[in-house]
């Protein structure tokens, strides 16, 4: 198993910037597909990136492309997402997610993550 917990959530006007860590213990952090997801208040979990286990292979969701950038450091066991230009609507809680495999086909849905931390609150005011 692994245990993730993220960390660096925050209230930033629009147009700044905030970078989401997530620290993972357990299992050996670089056998995991890695991804972060958010949910807007009163909207359903969204996919927002993911990252394969040696950063092969990286995509975002349309809404945040050119924006986001997600990163790994697999000797720190952590995955980062650096958020720049941040708009109102990028307001959700931010979770971190773990995967021993996700098919190419399949990285956007979140019942193919099998670890969840709970959560960092990301706020943006206009």
Avoid: H
Avoid at 120 to 125: E, R
Wanted: proline share 2%.
């Amino acid at each position: 198993q692994v245990q993730l917990v993220e960390s660096g959530g925050g209230l930033v006007q629009a147009g700044g910037s905030l970078r989401l860590s997530c620290a993972a213990s357990g299992r050996t952090f670089s056998t995991y597909d890695m991804g972060w997801f958010r949910q807007p208040p009163g909207k359903e979990r969204e996919f927002v990136a993911r990252i394969s286990r040696s950063s092969d292979y990286i995509y975002y969701a349309d809404s945040v492309k050119g924006r986001f950038t997600i990163s790994r450091d697999n000797a720190k066991n952590t995955v980062y997402l650096q958020m720049n230009s941040l708009k109102p609507e990028d307001t959700a809680v931010y979770y971190c997610a773990a995967a021993t495999f996700v098919n190419d086909r399949y990285y956007r849905n979140a019942n193919r993550y099998g670890y969840w931390g709970q959560g960092t609150q990301v706020t943006i005011s206009t």
